[in-house]
C-alpha cells in the first residue's frame, strides 16, 4: 500500500524559503513519477510540480524559477524547494505519486499525502 506523508509547511513572510518533504513507502520509488500540488481556499486544485522516475522536472508557470523539486531515491523521499515565496503561494500543499506519468501530469495521480500547510504573510 503507498503512503506518502508530508511535511515542512509552516509560515513565512513573503520572500521567505520552506522545504517540503514527502516521506513514501510501499511501492517501488525509484519507478514512479511524483508531484506535488497545492489548493488554496476557494480554488480549485493546480499542480506545482512534477518528477520523473528519470529526474526529468516541469512547473508550472507560476513557479518557474522559485520553486525546485527533487527527490533522493535512497531515501524515499521527495522535495519541494520554494523560494521568494508570495502570498499567494499560500495553500495546502500535497504530494502525489503515480506509475504514470500522464496521471501525474493531468492531476489524476492515484496516490495521494494528507497535506502539509503553507501560509505566506505579505
Known amino acids: 500500500q503507498v503512503q506518502l506523508v508530508e511535511s515542512g509547511g509552516g509560515s513565512v513572510q513573503a520572500g521567505g524559503s520552506l522545504r517540503l518533504s514527502c516521506a513514501a513507502s510501499g511501492y517501488t520509488y525509484s519507478s514512479y513519477c511524483m508531484g506535488w500540488f497545492r489548493q488554496a481556499p476557494g480554488k480549485e486544485r493546480e499542480g506545482v510540480a512534477a518528477?520523473?522516475?528519470?529526474?526529468?522536472?516541469i512547473y508550472a508557470d507560476s513557479v518557474k524559477g522559485r520553486f525546485t523539486i527533487s527527490k533522493d531515491n535512497a531515501k524515499n523521499t521527495l522535495y519541494l524547494q520554494m523560494n521568494s515565496l508570495k502570498p499567494e503561494d499560500t495553500a495546502m500543499y500535497y504530494c502525489a505519486a503515480d506509475i504514470a506519468l500522464l496521471r501525474v501530469r493531468n492531476g489524476t495521480p492515484r496516490n495521494w499525502g494528507q497535506g502539509t500547510q503553507v501560509t505566506v504573510s505579505s
Open positions: 518528477i520523473d522516475s528519470d529526474g526529468s522536472t
